[in-house]
């Protein structure tokens, strides 16, 4: 099992850039993959970006390509979303979840994918 705390949310002007990171406890941080997911007000949650347990293998949402980039420390059990050019549009709740990988370059992209998540984290981006 693992327990995960998102930290690094904030309140951020358009443009602007953020490091969200997600630390684990308990062993074997490398054998699980990894997500990022959000959800804002009123809205349902969705996927972010997600990697495997090594790194070498990364999916990013089609609205956050080439602004966010998923990443992960496994000799620091942490996992990061370097978030760049943010739009008020990326205001919400952003949660990281875990799951045993089920395969060397398995990564989930649903929320029934993850067996574990954290508590979330706010980001809000406006001026």
């Known amino acids: 099992q693992v327990q995960l705390v998102e930290s690094g949310g904030g309140l951020v002007q358009p443009g602007g850039s953020l490091r969200l990171s997600c630390a684990a406890s308990g062993s074997m941080f490398s054998s699980y993959a990894m997500g990022w997911f959000r959800q804002a007000p009123g809205k349902e949650r969705e996927f972010v970006a997600a990697?495997?347990?090594?790194?070498?293998?990364?999916y990013h949402a089609d609205s956050v390509k080439g602004r966010f980039t998923i990443s992960r420390d496994n000799a620091k059990n942490t996992m990061y979303l370097q978030m760049f050019r943010l739009k008020p549009e990326d205001t919400a709740v952003y949660y990281c979840?875990?799951?045993?990988?089920?395969?060397?370059?398995?990564?989930?992209?649903?929320?029934?994918?993850?067996?574990?998540w954290g508590q979330g984290t706010q980001v809000t981006v406006s001026s």
């Open positions: 990697i495997n347990w090594s790194g070498l293998r990364t």
């Open positions: 979840a875990a799951t045993v990988s089920k395969s060397a370059f398995y990564t989930g992209l649903s929320q029934r994918d993850y067996d574990y």
